[in-house]
């Protein structure tokens, strides 16, 4: 056994996330439980549209390494696919950062009765 049937327990989780999450409504019972989702409904499905969004690649994972064949070439696959996916997580929360960072400027540069929020 290499690791086969948990990548499939995985993916069986992810495309349950994936299909789901989008169309879920606010509930009590099913989803993500942060304070910031129960604001609004606009809030509860955006968050949750991003999360089925970021599982994505997780899925396509499991599918590349389910398919492949022996150990070795599995946890070669896994550490590259990981450790490629931290420089695009970094990536993006820089550009996070430059975007939120130039709004909070226009903010302070905007005259206050144009109603920039």
């Given at each position: 056994?290499?690791?086969?049937?948990?990548?499939?327990?995985?993916?069986?989780?992810?495309?349950?996330?994936?299909?789901?999450?989008?169309?879920?409504?606010?509930?009590?019972?099913?989803?993500?439980?942060?304070?910031?989702?129960?604001?609004?409904?606009?809030?509860?499905?955006?968050?949750?549209?991003?999360?089925?969004?970021?599982?994505?690649?997780?899925?396509?994972?499991?599918?590349?390494?389910?398919?492949?064949?022996?150990?070795i070439n599995k946890e070669i696959l896994g550490y590259n696919y990981f450790s490629i996916s931290n420089y695009i997580m970094e990536?993006?929360?820089?550009?996070?950062?430059?975007?939120?960072?130039?709004?909070?400027?226009?903010?302070?540069?905007?005259?206050?009765?144009?109603?920039?929020?």
């Amino acid at each position: 056994m290499d690791g086969t049937l948990q990548l499939s327990i995985n993916l069986i989780l992810y495309l349950i996330v994936i299909i789901f999450f989008p169309l879920s409504k606010r509930n009590k019972y099913f989803g993500l439980r942060f304070k910031k989702c129960f604001l609004s409904e606009k809030l509860w499905h955006k968050i949750h549209l991003r999360a089925s969004i970021v599982t994505i690649p997780f899925a396509l994972l499991d599918l590349v390494l389910i398919s492949c064949r022996g150990y070795i070439n599995k946890e070669i696959l896994g550490y590259n696919y990981f450790s490629i996916s931290n420089y695009i997580m970094e990536f993006s929360c820089k550009i996070y950062k430059y975007k939120r960072a130039n709004l909070n400027l226009k903010r302070k540069l905007a005259p206050a009765n144009l109603g920039i929020k």
